[in-house]
């Protein structure tokens, strides 16, 4: 079967990740275009092959399939002023940190010029970028992401999250959420330990491998929280109080911040409160949820 041809794409915006972007565009053989507000981030892409494009514009004119992946809003913002003349027929794909809101507004402004719009959230680093390692979230267009799944795929592994397109960013921030919330554990934990003479560096590799162990453990909470059926759980409500409630008092003796888990232990009262202590800790979602 012959091989489909290549469609020529546009890279906006040579920083970090349109930079690691580009040269995975270059490395799987497709015709890349590349173009940067600041003259001389891409010396080094058009050595490999990229063509130089003097204005964003023209950079894409020169093809279907536009990938933005600058600094934030109103970097797109003021790069679309710049490129919408030329957009109908295009697709843009829209990889800057944003929110909601943002993509949203876009994705009316792109519709507006006869061109589709996917919003994406690169949950990446740019050493990660054409590796299993990251993972990029999509939402918006459905005909441009299936059109352009092969070509997202060469990114990085690609989910999309309906037409809807603020939901690749509502998506990225809930994952943005799970992580700060370990983090932040991790910190804490650290500030604990630290009197007692263990150091950051050493406790990291155990605190990793509780987190491995942790994780296994979302299935379960997503099935009590999913279905509303806390009753079997094997770690309950009352239980957990108590767990949070010493590491609460240890850290106050300790002398330090015990902030971090003061509003789970709220959380974890006020089930016990309503009668649900024999429930599964999962149940304080319940307490979370939209209502
Ligand atoms: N770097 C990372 O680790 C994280 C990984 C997860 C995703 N984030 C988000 O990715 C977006 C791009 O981040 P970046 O790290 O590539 O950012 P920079 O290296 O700072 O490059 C920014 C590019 O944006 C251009 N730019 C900025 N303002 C404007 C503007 N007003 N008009 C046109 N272009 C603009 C900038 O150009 P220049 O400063 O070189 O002229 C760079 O090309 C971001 O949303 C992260 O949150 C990264």
């Known amino acids: 079967m012959p091989e489909q041809s290549k469609p ?11 930079t690691a972007i580009a040269a995975a565009f270059l490395d799987a053989g497709y015709p890349t275009s590349v173009w940067n507000r600041t003259a001389g981030r891409a010396d080094a ?5 990229a063509i130089l494009a003097s204005t964003a514009a023209e950079a894409v004119e020169a093809g279907p399939l536009v990938i933005a992946p600058l600094l934030d809003h109103d970097a797109v913002r003021q790069t679309l002023g710049s490129i919408e003349r030329v957009l109908p027929g295009r697709t843009l794909v829209n990889l800057a940190n944003s ?29 990660t970028v054409a ?52 983090l932040t554990g991790f910190l804490h934990a650290a500030a604990l330990l630290e009197p ?14 509780w987190l491995r162990g942790m994780a296994d453990f979302l299935p379960e909470l997503a099935r009590e929280a999913g279905s509303g059926s806390y009753a079997d ?3 309950t409500v009352d239980l957990n109080r108590a767990g949070v409630d010493s590491l609460i008092r240890l850290s106050r003796n300790s ?12 959380l974890l009262d006020e089930r016990a409160a309503d009668g649900h202590g024999d429930d599964s800790f999962s149940s304080v979602f319940e307490l979370l949820k939209a209502r």
């Open 8 to 18: 020529h794409v546009a890279v906006l915006g040579l920083g970090r990740m349109g």
């Open 45 to 49: 892409l058009v050595a490999r092959g």
């Open 99 to 127: 929110s909601p809101e943002h993509a949203g507004e876009l994705a009316e402004r792109v519709a507006g010029r006869g061109a589709d719009y996917l919003d994406g959230a690169m949950m990446a680093l740019p050493e």
């Open 131 to 182: 590796t299993q390692d990251g993972f990029f979230l999509y939402s918006g267009s459905e005909r441009a992401f299936t059109s352009y799944r092969r070509e997202l795929e060469v990114m990085a592994p690609a989910h999309y999250f309906g037409t809807d397109p603020g939901a690749a960013e509502v998506h990225d921030l809930a994952l943005l959420g799970t992580g700060y919330a370990a």
């Open 196 to 209: 007692v003479g263990t150091a950051p560096a050493e406790f990291a590799p155990l605190a990793a491998r």
């Open 233 to 235: 759980g094997v770690s």
């Open 255 to 266: 002398g330090v911040a015990a902030d971090v888990h003061e509003p789970l232990k709220a």
